[in-house]
């Protein structure tokens, strides 16, 4: 069940990648136990936003506050330890460790890891694999382990940026089912997303980015009243 406190919380957050200006302005928060996702074209600022709040963007000005405390200036590694899990795009799978070497190496932050059997109940995939290299892994394969493992840290807020990108529609599909599973067990989740038709099967809330700012929030109760103007943002 989502409850109504704000558990994180980005307000007036601009970023700079050296003189190139990535985020205007950008204000949303995510409730404990809610999944947003930040829906926008290509450039429009969403990735920039995870990164800034793991504390990857090089500049950025404003405010980021995780579970009551202003992490704004906090270095990755202390964003990690606090319960902030972030699976970035490129999925960041080590190519010459095998998967069980990949799996193993975030470290725990909390005690509410998922098991490693409970891992691979969700991505059975990964158990056949378990002894091969990461350059053997398919782009499904590499997005499942790369979720997987974060999810053993013990971090309960999860922040996803494009896990469908390039992939098959059986693996879009699965991996939805593992996200909606994880939405079940109380997971806080921050949705990256061009995939509009995917991430509308999950969201609690839709925040439509463009040019570095919110410019519009749908509620999953109106969306279906807010089709056209969600198609005129994301030209879909």
């Known amino acids: 069940m989502t409850d109504t406190t704000p558990l994180l919380e980005v307000k007036n957050l601009e970023g700079w990648y050296g003189e190139s200006k990535a985020l205007h302005g950008m204000n949303f928060d995510v409730n404990k136990g809610e999944l947003v996702t930040l829906l926008g ?27 009551g405390h202003d992490i704004s200036n906090t270095p990755p590694e202390r964003a990690a330890r606090a319960g902030l899990a972030y699976c970035p795009e490129e999925r960041g799978i080590f190519s010459s460790l095998t998967v069980a070497e990949n799996f193993d190496l975030p470290p725990v932050v909390a005690p509410e890891g998922m098991s ?44 996803l940026d494009e896990p469908t990108e390039g992939l098959a529609p059986v693996i879009i599909k699965q991996i939805g089912t593992v996200i909606s599973a994880l939405k079940e067990r109380g997971y806080t989740i921050l949705l990256v997303e061009q995939n509009f038709r995917f991430a509308a099967k999950l969201a ?4 439509i980015v463009e040019h570095g700012r919110v410019v519009d929030v749908i509620d999953r109760a109106n969306l279906d009243a807010e089709q056209s103007k969600i198609q005129a943002h994301l030209g879909v």
């Not at 969403?46 to 504390?55: N, Q, V």
């Not at 609690?204 to 925040?207: E, K």
């Open 204 to 207: 609690d809330r839709f925040c």
């Open 41 to 67: 074209r290509n450039g429009a600022g969403k990735t920039s936003s995870l990164r800034a709040i793991m504390g990857l963007l090089p500049r950025k000005t404003g405010t980021i506050r995780f579970d």
């Open 116 to 159: 490693r059997q409970e891992i691979l109940e969700l991505f059975p995939n990964l158990e056949r694999r378990w002894t091969s290299q990461g350059t053997k892994l398919s782009g499904g394969e590499q997005q499942m382990l790369a979720i997987g493992r974060i999810l053993r840290t013990g971090a309960r807020t999860l922040l």
